[in-house]
């Protein structure tokens, strides 16, 4: 099992970064995707989620607007468009696979917004 996060560096506030999770070594299209993030010193939060066939989003109220979660099962793919980012969204983002059974973790891509 394995879950690939890409597309993570360093941008000035007010840019843009798309994030993408690959999955593999599991059904992808069974499992609620959704993206973590941590920041240094903080604990991990819940940034957003989608269901399995991507009826169902929800976004940290923090994000809303500003972050946009899709998925694709054909490509065993998760995303994340990150607009209008601010300093504050700097962290180290993390893809989450969840289930009843077992759920897993990717390894983490930086994201770090400065000037």
């Known amino acids: 099992v394995q879950l690939v996060e890409s597309g993570g560096g360093l941008v000035q506030p007010g840019g843009s970064l798309r994030l993408s999770c690959a999955a593999s070594g599991f059904t992808f299209s069974s499992y609620v995707m959704s993206w973590y993030r941590q920041a240094p010193g903080k604990e991990r939060e819940l940034v957003a989620t989608?269901?399995?066939?991507?009826?169902?989003?929800n976004y940290a109220d923090s994000v809303k607007g500003r972050f946009t979660i899709s998925r694709d099962n054909a490509k065993n793919t998760v995303y994340l468009q990150m607009n209008s980012l601010k300093p504050e969204d700097t962290a180290v983002y993390y893809c989450f696979a969840g289930n009843v059974g077992p759920s897993y973790w990717g390894q983490g891509t930086q994201v770090t917004v400065s000037s």
């Open positions: 989608i269901t399995r066939a991507g009826l169902r989003i």
